[in-house]
């Protein structure tokens, strides 16, 4: 299949990185969510990343232009009926994407593929919200998206080998590496890197060393370009415990327990670079 127009849910960070990649790309993309303002912060922010391209002579203003013109805004999901491929890139709860998939269900054509951008949550639960599972898929980016190459493309149990080949098509002309794997908790990323950056939270929690020491050993050390728990701040703290206990519930084993002074900080509404403190301080 030949995906031309994609529509977007969520123009948060990583819902604003993915229209800017796929508009770049070429795609006409539809930037959905539930108010003008999210999408109007998040169009600021693909207009800031497109102007640091042409200020560093990467891009030309006109084209930077052409990229922003192939973005449209859209608060009314019924906006969905004429994309062939639907990337949704929501609030990481269940119910709310479920939801999302049954209504994108009944509202797309029967050709479009309906991808989840989750980063832990399972693709077949997710599928059997609709009547099409063969065409749910799971297309997992990094954050940044512009500056991260990979994307982890997730089958579900029934992905059909044609929607995977188109994922797989259309990743490549994102310019970014797709990776596949099926569908287990947390999937290979997260499954990996959680349990490193809980690990690093319990080697605070146990006075073993400060946030600062913890970094420089695996910067310096392992030549991580941040340290784990710079980069637990960069994703944010509540994103990270949500995903430990994806992981914890999902295999049900104590391995993946999430530390508590994990949990204190989320409590303290210490969330990260976004609240302004985590680990550390921001302004
Ligand atoms: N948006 C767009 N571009 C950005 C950016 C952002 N938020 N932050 C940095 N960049 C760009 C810069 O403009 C710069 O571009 P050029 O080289 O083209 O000029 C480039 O990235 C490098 O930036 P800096 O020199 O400012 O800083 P750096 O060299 O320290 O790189 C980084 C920044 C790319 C974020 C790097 O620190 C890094 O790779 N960190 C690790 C990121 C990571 O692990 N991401 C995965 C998180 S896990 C995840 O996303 C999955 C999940 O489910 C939780």
Sequence with gaps: MNVQKVMVVGAGQMGSGIAQVCAMAGFEVILHDMKTEFIERGINNINKNLQRQVDKERMSSAEKEDVLNRISQSVDLQNAEKVDLVIEAA?????????????????????????????????????AATKRPEKVIGMHFMNPVPVMKLVEIIRGLATA???????????????????????????????????????????????VATPEAIDDVMKLGMNHPMGPLTLADFIGLDTCLYIMETLHEGFGDDKYRPCPLLRKYVKAGWLGRKSGRGFYTYE
């Design 91 to 127: 609030v990481e709860n269940m119910e709310i994407k479920k939801a999302l998939f049954a209504q994108l269900d009944e509202i797309t054509p029967q050709h479009t593929i309906l991808a989840t951008n989750t980063s832990s949550l399972p693709i077949t639960e997710i599928a």
């Design 161 to 207: 080998d044609e929607v995977y080949e188109t994922i797989e098509n259309m990743t490549n002309k994102l310019s970014k590496v797709p990776v596949e794997v099926n569908d287990f908790p947390g999937f290979v990323s997260n499954r990996i890197l959680m349990p490193m950056i809980n690990e690093a939270i319990f080697t605070v929690y146990e006075g």
